[in-house]
């Protein structure tokens, strides 16, 4: 590579400069409803551990490594996941890994957890980049230097590879009809209020569960007759077993007593896949093809890597991309899509040098966690080469959490890791993806940390993508591909203007 990546000159993107105090109650309100990344005040970034005085109680914000790994995985069974968060990530996906608890999760847990394996998540390279393929051609379609939203455009990659990754066929429906609803789910369900902050019970209404309801409804409508055709198809053909994680998790088995999923459990996981996978991980994509637009040298080293590693065996596609995989985790770092995780003390406890009451509220912000002063140097600033595999080892377990840790770790990370990477390293490849003139770029946390405004940029495919075969990769929601249009994009590698 020719350019020293441990040299390159870092710069500082957008974010909120932390107030110098902490912000008033009142003040708080307001500040969380618009924009949650906004109440962090100076101390946050340099304490290892700051209490908090909330209406509901006790609060600690824990920065500390060894106190987040006490909580997380040393204490874990005192410290459950809090009814906030529970409802902001998953209202109504009662029945679903993300917010079931207890005996239930632990089962749901250990069925679930071999669909995710890596050799399992490796074997999805091909789906992932039949998505990747898919929008590709979507963007050749576009008149070259066409401005879209990035960020309404990685929502419908992931959601694809969701669809194609689960479901092998894709969604049999309309992805754009599906992904305006899980706007409307995610914006229903991820307003935190005056009744949260007061700890008002779950059964007293919020605002927008009217919305919830019929979102939901039709969420299990079109899974529903997903899951049925597929087993009627199994019941015509046992032997038509399909590569994907659907079949998977029909056939999944918990290890200790045998038991099948109830159709109940199998509905209510892949929504919350679908839900906690795609959101979180097209805001890993937006930030990283902005972070890249902002950064002449990262931009053409991970050029250089996709142009001479995206060709290869798929199964160790990502192995290669270590450069990708860098600013991918910077990204994380940066702008984690998960910005607060929290957890309510189910006894007393000792954190530091603080005592720790029974429904205490511990909050883990990997925002400010990635930020924090004595933990990071210079940790405002876009730096890739934290990551690389010369310096990784460098970087402290606890003080790096995108995908949280212990045993409610994210199921998803080695797939959503990969998804992007690959998908980082393809686009780039095939488009120069520059920010729009006059576009303006602002963090804001609503549900995850996204790109406020949306991501305007300017798309224009590069000269390696002019020559394209004629074989179709089937499409995902069942719509006829354009005939004009290239059905395959060729020449990775070749030499580009
Ligand atoms: C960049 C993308 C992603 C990020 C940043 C992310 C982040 C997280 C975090 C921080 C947690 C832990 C929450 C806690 O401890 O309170 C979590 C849990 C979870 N994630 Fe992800 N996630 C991503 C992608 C995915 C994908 C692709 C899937 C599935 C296909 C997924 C499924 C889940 C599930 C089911 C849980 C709950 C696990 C449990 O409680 O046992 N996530 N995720």
Redesign the pocket.
């Known amino acids: 590579m020719s350019v020293d990546l441990f040299r390159v000159q870092p710069f500082r993107p957008p974010a909120p400069v932390p107030p110098g105090r902490r912000l008033g109650f009142i003040q708080l309100l307001r500040v969380l409803a618009r924009n949650p990344l906004e109440c962090w005040s100076q101390d946050f970034f340099s304490e290892k551990i700051a209490r908090v005085g909330l209406p509901i109680g006790q609060a600690f914000v824990v920065n500390d490594p060894a106190a987040i790994r006490h909580v997380l995985i040393d204490n874990a069974s005192n410290y459950r996941?809090d009814p906030i968060?529970r409802r902001v990530l998953s209202a109504g996906l009662a029945d679903g890994?993300?917010s079931a608890e207890g005996e239930r999760?632990d089962i749901q847990?250990r069925t679930l957890a071999p669909l995710f394996s890596l050799r399992n998540v490796r074997s999805l390279t091909a789906n992932m980049l039949q998505a990747v393929d898919q929008l590709s051609r979507r963007w050749l379609a576009l008149p070259p230097g066409s401005v879209v939203d990035v960020v309404a455009e990685m929502t419908l990659l992931t959601l694809n590879v969701?669809a194609l990754t689960i479901f092998s066929d894709g969604l049999q429906g309309d992805l754009d009809e599906f992904r305006g609803s899980m706007n409307d789910y995610f914006r229903a369900a991820g307003r935190i209020g005056l009744l949260d902050l007061v700890g008002a019970p779950d059964f007293v209404p919020r605002p927008g569960g009217r919305k919830l309801k019929a979102t939901l409804g039709y969420f299990q409508g079109v899974i529903d007759a997903l899951i049925e055709t597929r087993q009627s198809e199994c019941r015509k053909n046992p032997s038509d077993q399909r590569c994907d994680l659907l079949s998977l998790l029909l056939g999944a088995l918990d290890p200790a007593t045998g038991r099948a999923m109830s159709p109940a459990e199998v509905r209510s996981n892949i929504l919350?896949?679908l839900s906690?996978?795609h959101e979180?991980?097209a805001n890993?994509l937006s930030w990283s093809l902005y972070l890249l637009s902002q950064s002449d040298a990262w931009r053409a080293a991970v050029e250089a890597e996709a142009g001479e590693k995206l060709a290869g065996p798929p199964d160790t596609l990502f192995d290669r991309l270590t450069v990708t995989r860098a600013v991918v985790e910077e990204a994380?770092r940066l702008y984690?899509?998960?910005s607060a995780?929290s957890r309510l003390a189910q006894g007393p406890d000792r954190l530091g040098c603080h005592d720790i009451k029974a429904r205490a509220l511990i909050v883990i912000s990997p925002y400010v966690l990635h930020r924090h002063v004595s933990l990071w140097d210079q940790p405002d600033l876009f730096d890739p080469s934290r990551f690389l595999p010369e310096s990784r080892r460098t970087i402290e377990r606890f003080a790096y959490l995108?995908?949280?840790a212990g045993p409610?770790?994210?199921?998803?990370?080695t797939?959503?890791l990969q998804e992007?990477t690959i998908a980082l390293a393809t686009l780039v490849d095939r488009f120069s993806i520059a920010l729009a003139a006059g576009a303006k770029v602002w963090p804001v946390m609503s549900v995850t940390l996204r790109p406020g405004a949306g991501l305007p940029m300017r798309i224009t495919p590069k000269s390696n993508v002019e020559d394209v075969g004629r074989d179709c990769l089937p499409g995902v929601t069942g719509e006829p591909l354009p005939a004009a249009l290239p059905r395959r994009i060729s020449g990775r590698g070749t030499s580009r203007s």
Not at 408 to 413: L, Y
């Open positions: 996941k968060q890994l993300l999760w847990r969701l919350t896949f906690a996978g979180t991980t890993t994380l984690p899509p998960i995780l995108p995908f949280g409610r770790t994210c199921i998803g990370s797939f959503a992007a």
